[in-house]
């Protein structure tokens, strides 16, 4: 069985200010772990993912996000927020490859001017 | 090349009543799934079809819920009798067992609210 936990509900920067999603998870195997963001009124995209190659792993738009096996935790971070990250973040768990995917509550980036 | 196409994109019914969803994966990817989301809650698995196969069913609330993939092509998700709880936000999503690890493709959701 694998669950995935994000902290809190909404989080609010500045822009240019250090955006720190936090997502820890559970898993009974080796796992694949994934942030994806959800813009107003468009389906998930994916950000990023993890499959057990680099620890430290980029996305899209200037995000990434570290594997931290002993902390059993992959939050998600980029340095400087734009106007443009405003939307709703999902961090997400699976087994393998075309497997369900387990997500998190997300959490929702708001970017003040 | 068209995304994953869901209709409708928001529904209203009475509790009893009987609503059908249906979603249009991305051409020639195999596998579909529907996941939903109650106010408030994580997203949640419902199932999953590799062509016109259930591969996994594991996340169906009840017999209330009846999901179809006739020709591996399009599938529909029907709800009857409808109830409060169906309430939320209905999403499908494909992707190509060929192609990257955990990418689906995800369309924009049918609302429902079951009055």
């Known amino acids: 069985a694998q669950s995935v936990t994000q902290l809190g509900s909404h989080v609010s920067v500045s822009e240019g200010a250090l955006v720190l999603l936090r997502c820890n998870y559970s898993?009974?195997?080796?796992?694949?772990l994934f942030w994806y963001v959800q813009y107003p009124n468009q389906g998930l995209q994916l950000l990023l993912k993890?499959?057990?190659?680099?620890?430290l792993v980029k996305g899209i738009n200037g995000f990434e996000a570290e594997f931290k096996k002993s902390e059993t935790s992959f939050h998600l971070t980029k340095p400087s927020a734009h106007m443009s990250d405003a939307a709703e973040y999902f961090c997400?768990?699976?087994?393998?490859?075309?497997?369900?995917?387990?997500f998190g509550k997300g959490i929702t980036l708001s970017v003040r001017p | 090349e068209a995304g994953v196409t869901q209709f409708p994109s928001h529904s209203v019914i009475e509790k009893g009543q009987t609503v059908t969803l249906r979603c249009d994966p991305i051409?020639?990817?195999?596998?579909l799934y529907w996941y939903r989301r109650v106010m408030g809650k994580e997203i949640k698995f419902l199932l999953h079809?590799?062509?016109?196969?259930?591969?996994?069913e594991s996340g169906m609330p009840n017999n209330r819920f009846l999901a179809e993939r006739t020709g591996g092509t399009y599938s529909t998700l029907k709800v009857q009798p409808a109830e409060l709880e169906d309430s939320g936000v209905y999403f499908c999503?494909?992707?190509?067992?060929?192609?990257?690890?955990?990418?689906?493709?995800f369309g924009e959701g049918s609302r429902l609210t079951v009055l």
């Open positions: 051409s020639g990817h195999d596998n």
């Open positions: 999503a494909s992707t190509n067992t060929a192609g990257v690890v955990g990418e689906l493709f």
């Open positions: 993890y499959t057990s190659a680099a620890t």
């Open positions: 079809f590799v062509k016109e196969s259930k591969q996994d």
């Open positions: 997400a768990v699976s087994t393998g490859a075309n497997s369900k995917l387990t």
């Open positions: 898993s009974s195997v080796p796992p694949y």
